[in-house]
């Protein structure tokens, strides 16, 4: 049974950097694409950035394009997000999310994930 565990949110003004971090328990395939979900009250689940599993492929939402860099480490089963120049907007929890399946251009709508970690939040004042 695998887990996705989120951590390294907080609260941090505008124009500071976070970096949050994902790890897997238990067994998951290196074939997963795995990626970074955000979500506010009221609002739907978007996605955030998105990486291939050999690392050659990545993927963001133009809203952090530039600023948010997302990167894995195999060996350790960790999913990364170093997020910087942080804006109020940023604000939201954040989900890590693993499919079985990469999606390409297409990656960001969440119903193709099937694994999907707590949620951690972020807090941009």
């Known amino acids: 049974h695998v887990q996705l565990v989120e951590s390294g949110g907080g609260s941090v003004q505008a124009g500071g950097s976070l970096r949050l971090s994902c790890v897997a328990s238990?067994?998951?395939?290196?074939?997963?694409?795995m990626g970074w979900f955000r979500q506010t009250p009221g609002k739907e689940r978007e996605g955030v950035a998105t990486?291939?599993?050999?690392?050659?492929?990545?993927y963001y939402a133009d809203s952090v394009k530039g600023r948010f860099t997302v990167s894995q480490d195999n060996t350790k089963n960790t999913l990364s997000l170093v997020m910087d120049d942080l804006k109020p907007e940023d604000t939201g929890t954040y989900y890590c999310?693993?499919?079985?399946?990469?999606?390409?251009?297409?990656?960001?709508?969440?119903?193709?994930?099937?694994?999907w970690g707590q949620g951690t939040q972020v807090t941009v004042s």
């Open positions: 999310a693993a499919s079985g399946h990469c999606w390409g251009t297409t990656w960001a709508n969440p119903s193709r994930y099937e694994l």
């Open positions: 238990g067994y998951i395939s290196r074939s997963y694409c």
């Open positions: 990486i291939s599993p050999d690392g050659g492929a990545t």
